[in-house]
């Protein structure tokens, strides 16, 4: 299993508004900044948000990042049909001698 | 434009090595690191490891015993080498340009690998 936990699936309506949660611990995400990936299938990851609330360029501000203690959580709001993809967090783990960790993945549908 | 290109073998045997290769083509390579991450079928993301243009490198504990990234700076390349393949090695593999601690903002398009007998 994932060193960062998100739910598996997310889903909402269009226009709606849906949070994914990312939770780790003191070593990663409690140390580190956070930064949040978007994958359309068969595409590569494209970076959405980087140190824990900034959006990449080009990204619409519909998508916003926030962090508090050892979680963090990527908000989408006027959710539209392309927003379904693959969402990832991802950051820097103390442990040992550092490693990059990801989360699971959250699978968001729009219906 | 195209900004990184990633090619090597898209298919090996148990027992082989991987080897991929991730060629810059941005201005701003050296002060960057550069990061291979890998992704199974229907899978989620693993990063792997990287390096930056003088050759210092971070890897995966869990992949650290096969695993040697390198880079050529004349050439704006980096490289992966992943030794004794299984089954469980085969994905897509990334190369990805690192701004700051997992803040990868450049990718290539991935690399398919697949190991079969």
């Known amino acids: 299993q994932s060193v960062l936990t998100q739910p598996p699936s997310a889903s909402g309506t269009p226009g709606q508004r849906v949070t994914i949660s990312c939770s780790g611990s003191s070593s990663n995400i409690g140390s580190n900044t956070v930064n949040w990936y978007q994958q359309l299938p068969g595409m590569a990851p494209k970076l959405l948000i980087y140190?824990?609330?900034q959006r990449s360029s080009g990204v619409p501000d519909r998508f916003s990042g926030s962090k508090s203690g050892t979680s963090a959580s990527l908000a989408i709001s006027g959710l539209q049909s392309e927003d379904e993809a693959d969402y990832y967090c991802a950051t820097w783990d103390d442990n040992l001698t550092g490693r990059g960790v990801f989360g699971g993945g959250t699978k968001l549908t729009v219906l | 434009q195209v900004q990184v290109q990633q090619w090597g073998a898209g298919l090996l045997k148990p027992s082989e090595t991987l080897s991929l290769t991730c060629a810059v083509y941005v201005d701003s390579f050296s002060g960057y690191y550069w990061s291979w991450i890998r992704q199974p079928p229907g899978k989620g993301l693993e990063w792997i490891g990287e390096i930056n243009y003088s050759g210092s490198t971070n890897y995966n504990p869990s992949l650290k015993s096969r695993v040697t990234i390198s880079v050529d700076k004349s050439k704006k390349q980096v490289y992966l080498n992943l030794t004794s393949v299984t089954a469980a090695d085969t994905a897509v593999y990334y190369c990805a340009r690192v701004q700051q601690l997992m803040d990868m903002d450049i990718w290539g398009k991935g690399t398919a690998v697949t190991v079969s007998s």
């Open positions: 140190r824990d609330d």
